[in-house]
């Protein structure tokens, strides 16, 4: 039996990931290497075949039915040598090699990175690939170890575990409210100038939630400035933008240093919940059991964002 070469295996690999995720440049993200490099690859594996595997468009990449074919028998060729890997990592005691983790931007900047040096301190075999963004991963097809995400995802293919609850806070600058006067309900934010987040995922603006009595309420503020970004809306508000509402460990940092003041703090509601998620194959990875660890330092319960907010309540 001819045995496969290894620059086969690597078209075959890149075939798979521009199949599942849809463009060469994702499959480049997730294998960490160039877009040409990919489509090179992919090319010379149709060259060898003597098949078109895509039908390419400018935007994106469909499946021939050969493709089609040849993508679930690489996909299962895929899943053995995960199986393998994993094999391997989970009858090792010690974390090392890499573990892979996504988060969207503003958890990875404000609450991981920052703890990422003593995680490291404490495994020094162990790196870390940390992937920032909006986009939901596909956990399996990418080769993520471990997701942080906001909302409890229903998958079956994965485990989760809740970390903390998710809260938001309506904040502004001392100088806005001295200027403006201080909201006293939601209903009086229509005499107020009001800074607005935009989810990059759906392009939908962030509806507000607040507390009124027995029920919950969302209130579509009219913005005069909505952004993309919780950084943004956090920067815009300190300049005295106006009355903004954001994750309460975004906003934590800027009330401590007396830079923003939580204004409808009687109306604040739980939005959500921080979950982690990971692969049934991962169940017996060392990485992943640290990292979940480490985790639990990250969000403590009660979390240190939540009480510092708390603890400014009638401000």
Same mark, same amino acid.
């Given at each position: 039996?001819?045995?496969?070469?290894?620059?086969?295996?690597?078209? &075959?690999?890149?075939?798979?990931?521009?199949?599942?995720?849809?463009?060469?440049?994702?499959?480049?993200?997730? @294998?960490?290497?160039?877009?040409?490099?990919?489509?090179?690859?992919?090319?010379?594996?149709?060259?060898? @075949?003597?098949?078109? =595997?895509?039908?390419?468009?400018?935007?994106? #990449?469909? *499946?021939?039915?050969?493709?089609?074919?040849?993508?679930?028998?690489? =996909?299962?060729?895929?899943?053995?040598?995960?199986?393998?890997?994993?094999?391997?990592?989970?009858?090792?005691?010690?974390?090392?090699?890499?573990?892979?983790?996504?988060?969207?931007?503003?958890?990875?900047?404000?609450?991981?990175?920052?703890? #990422?040096?003593?995680?490291? $301190?404490?495994?020094?075999?162990?790196?870390?690939?940390?992937?920032?963004?909006?986009?939901?991963?596909?956990?399996?097809?990418?080769?993520?170890?471990?997701?942080?995400?906001?909302?409890?995802?229903?998958?079956?293919? #994965?485990?989760?575990?809740? =970390?903390?609850?998710?809260? *938001?806070?309506? !904040?502004?600058?001392?100088?806005?409210?001295?200027?403006?006067?201080?909201?006293?309900?939601?209903?009086? *934010?229509?005499?107020?100038?009001? !800074?607005?987040?935009?989810?990059?995922?759906?392009?939908?603006?962030?509806?507000?939630?607040?507390? &009124?009595?027995?029920?919950?309420?969302?209130?579509?503020?009219?913005?005069?400035?909505?952004?993309?970004?919780?950084?943004?809306?956090?920067?815009?508000?300190?300049?005295?933008?106006?009355?903004?509402?954001?994750?309460?460990?975004?906003?934590?940092?800027?009330?401590?240093?007396?830079?923003?003041?939580? !204004?409808?703090?009687?109306?604040?509601? $739980?939005?959500?919940?921080?979950?982690?998620?990971?692969?049934?194959?991962?169940?017996?990875?060392?990485?992943?059991?640290?990292? =979940?660890?480490?985790?639990?330092?990250?969000?403590?319960?009660?979390?240190?964002?939540?009480?510092?907010? $708390?603890?400014?309540?009638? !401000?």
């Amino acid at each position: 039996m001819e045995h496969i070469g290894f620059d086969r295996l690597t078209g &075959i690999i890149a075939f798979a990931r521009s199949a599942s995720l849809g463009s060469y440049t994702a499959a480049a993200r997730a @294998l960490g290497i160039s877009p040409s490099a990919v489509s090179k690859s992919v090319q010379r594996l149709e060259e060898r @075949l003597g098949l078109s =595997l895509f039908t390419r468009t400018t935007r994106s #990449l469909t *499946l021939t039915p050969e493709g089609r074919d040849l993508h679930e028998r690489a =996909l299962r060729l895929l899943r053995e040598a995960e199986e393998i890997e994993q094999a391997a990592v989970a009858a090792r005691s010690e974390p090392a090699g890499t573990l892979k983790v996504t988060a969207p931007f503003p958890i990875g900047v404000h609450l991981l990175a920052p703890a #990422l040096p003593a995680f490291r $301190e404490r495994h020094p075999k162990l790196s870390i690939d940390l992937r920032l963004g909006d986009r939901f991963s596909d956990l399996i097809e990418e080769g993520i170890d471990v997701a942080i995400r906001v909302g409890e995802l229903a998958d079956s293919r #994965l485990l989760s575990r809740r =970390l903390a609850p998710h809260r *938001l806070c309506a !904040v502004a600058s001392p100088a806005y409210l001295k200027r403006r006067g201080t909201p006293q309900h939601p209903d009086d *934010l229509v005499h107020h100038e009001c !800074v607005n987040f935009r989810f990059q995922s759906t392009g939908q603006a962030l509806r507000w939630p607040f507390r &009124i009595g027995e029920r919950t309420v969302e209130l579509a503020p009219n913005a005069g400035i909505v952004t993309d970004f919780s950084g943004a809306v956090a920067a815009i508000l300190v300049a005295g933008g106006g009355i903004g509402i954001s994750p309460t460990y975004v906003v934590a940092s800027y009330v401590e240093r007396g830079e923003l003041v939580p !204004v409808l703090q009687n109306f604040a509601t $739980e939005r959500s919940v921080f979950t982690a998620l990971w692969p049934e194959s991962r169940r017996g990875s060392p990485n992943v059991k640290a990292f =979940l660890a480490f985790l639990e330092g990250v969000f403590p319960s009660p979390t240190p964002w939540d009480r510092l907010l $708390e603890g400014t309540a009638g !401000v």
